[in-house]
């Protein structure tokens, strides 16, 4: 499957990200946050949204309609590839917050299997990047997710596209594959939402 990009060449999207024809997009999860509402960080080391990671993307996350969310950060002179420009890999990361996310408003425990991002303009230092992320469809345990982001404002040039397939797992893939002292310090916090969302949510 191809799809054309911004600059009229085509971008080859591999088959295994194509929707199934038995996907179907569910309702959130009743326990969702409404749409408009903060969601704040999963973890607070978290390098897409961690208040305390020193160099992070400090991502904030708006909960939108259905199931999506809203997402923007600020690249700063720690997120730099080639000179004043955006990592190609920290923006993936972005993204893949900004999809992982989507997994807390289904209130299914979820990694990521599969990110392809098709980078369409530069991503200068000290631009605001906004990410507007959705489910396309669930089919057993995958989750069929797709994102843009665009440059400096919700409506303005898009950079970055994305597609990702999550894969819902227990709560025991984190706790047996995690560093202990962190699931530890997680598991203790004395947030209830935010430690219940830092094994709901891919890190």
């Not at 807390?104 to 425990?109: E, I, N, Q, Y």
Request: aromatic fraction near 6%.
């Amino acid at each position: 499957m191809s799809t054309s990009n911004d600059r009229g060449g085509a971008v080859s999207r591999s088959t295994t990200l194509v929707l199934p024809p038995e996907a179907v997009v569910p309702e959130p999860h009743p326990d969702a946050p409404p749409p408009g509402a903060k969601l704040g960080s999963h973890y607070s080391r978290c390098f897409g949204c961690g208040r305390d990671h020193p160099t992070g993307l400090h991502m904030e996350l708006t909960v939108g309609e259905g199931l999506s969310v809203d997402a923007r950060f600020t690249v700063t002179e720690n997120h730099q590839g080639a000179p004043g420009l955006a990592h190609g890999g920290l923006l993936a990361a972005a993204f893949d917050e900004a999809l992982g996310s989507i997994t807390w408003l289904l209130r299914r425990p979820a990694v990521t299997a599969r990110l392809e991002t098709d980078f369409l303009r530069p991503v200068p230092v000290d631009s605001t990047l906004y990410l507007h992320a959705k489910c396309d469809g669930v089919a057993g345990r995958k989750i069929y997710l797709s994102a843009e982001g665009r440059l400096d404002a919700p409506d303005g040039p898009v950079a970055v596209r994305a597609h990702a397939i999550f894969v819902t797992v227990t709560l025991e893939h984190f706790t047996t594959h995690g560093r202990p002292e962190d699931v530890a310090a997680a598991r203790e916090s004395g947030d209830v939402q935010a430690a219940a969302r830092a094994f709901e949510v891919n890190p």
